[in-house]
Nanobody
Framework: QVQLVESGGGLVQAGGSLRLSCAAS????????TGWFRQTPGKDRELVAT?????YYADSVKGRFTISRDNAKNTVYLQMNSLKPEDTAVYYC????????????WGQGTQVTVSS
């Protein structure tokens, strides 16, 4: 079955770094656009970064986060540097086809907590 499994979250001090990974299985990974999203309690899930050849970043993370993917490993990564307390959230990876803006597949999420 389709699975997206995130890992790499944790607790880090402000200014620190984390690298999130999302391993995909059960579908043809290279046929899908992948993205990272985050959500805090009471707020909508927000887009952080996507990659479809050229990466796209939300303004709030531009210059600090880097998204990449390895199609041979069916994995998408999010390198997060210069972390801020406001980056604290549950981070999710998602996948969608090139033909729709709807993300069909989601992971279970991984918690990132940045202490001040």
């Amino acid at each position: 079955q389709v699975q997206l499994v995130e890992s790499g979250g944790g607790l880090v001090q402000a200014g620190g770094s984390l690298r999130l990974s999302c391993a995909a299985s059960g579908f043809t990974f290279s046929d899908y656009i992948t993205g990272w999203f985050r959500q805090t309690p009471g707020k909508d899930r927000e887009l952080v970064a996507t990659i479809n050849g050229t990466p796209y970043y939300a303004d709030s993370v531009k210059g600090r986060f880097t998204i990449s993917r390895d199609n041979a490993k069916n994995t998408v990564y999010l390198q997060m540097n210069s972390l801020k307390p406001e980056d604290t959230a549950v981070y999710y990876c998602g996948a969608r086809t090139y033909y729709t803006s709807h993300y069909a597949y989601w992971g279970q999420g991984t918690q990132v907590t940045v202490s001040s």
